[in-house]
């Protein structure tokens, strides 16, 4: 059993994650859920229809893995089956935070994957965000949905809808749904920008094999074998890394081997004629 003084801090956490969460907008109205996992047989979790920045202590509700409410004058959130579906395939996570970030819920929206080696700090702390498939919220099409490739990622992006996180306590999870919400607003720049020069495969590695160092356990390593992560349950990840340095342009190529014509914009033929005179210059 925990005890009343580590159940205290629990509480405590899960108002400060939600308050949090309030005061950078990644939540809206009553929108978002967070959990802990208290042991075996109980976890602790946000009430429904209560704004996560507004939350006290004794609002939390206590439940066991089938659900059903064992402590708390509330209702847990409708949400819950999600969370129970991550605790159930991750036993070494012990916290979950779902909210509606919205630049990461734009890519959500849009069908983009956070899945480019751009960042040294995501690369060694998350690897790739893909997007579990749309599914109706409070539904349980979206525990499925996450079933899919949660054994393999600690934060995921949520079709239509937001995102998820999980760690090894509920401060670890808040602070790499804080990592998605400003990768995504990065990635949006470049994008913006015109230009994405990813990280090398070889690189990539190097920054994997330090996650030891830094004690981060999860999340799994690259597919080297891309019907690993076409399987019903990904064990692997989709990094987008190339063998070389850098890429030019990568979207424009891309299009040019689909249809064997290239289109480009202003930005990008400029973009592509100062890549080429650095090339040369270098
Ligand atoms: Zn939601």
Redesign the pocket.
């Given at each position: 059993m925990t005890s009343s003084r580590a159940d205290a801090q629990i509480r405590a956490d899960i108002v400060e994650v939600g308050r949090r969460l309030y005061a950078r907008a990644y939540v809206a109205s009553n929108?978002?859920?967070i959990s802990v996992r208290l042991d075996g047989e109980r976890l602790i979790t946000t009430p429904k229809s209560v704004s996560k920045g507004f939350m006290t202590p004794e609002m939390m509700v206590v439940v066991d893995y089938g659900g059903h409410k064992i402590a708390g004058e509330r209702e847990p959130s409708s949400?819950l089956p999600m969370h129970l579906e991550i605790y159930r395939n991750r036993p070494d996570v012990n916290g979950v935070v779902?909210?509606?970030p919205p630049l990461a819920t734009g890519f959500a929206v849009a069908g983009i994957p956070l899945t480019r080696a751009v960042l040294a700090e995501v690369i060694t702390t998350l690897g790739s965000i893909p997007i579990a498939e749309y599914a109706t919220?409070s539904t349980s099409e979206l525990p499925e949905a996450v079933r899919k490739y949660i054994k393999a990622h600690d934060g995921l992006l949520?079709a239509n809808?937001?995102a998820v996180t999980c760690g090894r306590d509920v401060m670890a999870a808040y602070y790499k749904m804080e990592t998605i919400e400003h990768f995504a607003k990065i990635s949006l720049v470049a994008r913006l920008l015109g230009r994405e020069h990813l990280i090398s495969r070889a690189e990539v590695d190097r920054l994997q094999g330090l996650r030891g160092m830094y004690g981060i356990a999860a999340p799994a390593d690259i597919c080297t074998d891309p019907s690993q992560a076409a399987a019903d349950q990904a064990t692997c990840q989709v990094l987008e890394a190339p063998e070389s340095r850098t890429r030019l342009v990568p979207d424009v190529l891309e299009q040019a081997s689909r249809d064997g014509e290239i289109r480009l914009t202003y930005r990008e033929l400029t973009a592509l004629i100062a890549d080429a005179v650095r090339h040369l210059r270098d």
């Open positions: 929108d978002g859920n949400e779902h909210a509606h919220p949520l809808h937001g």
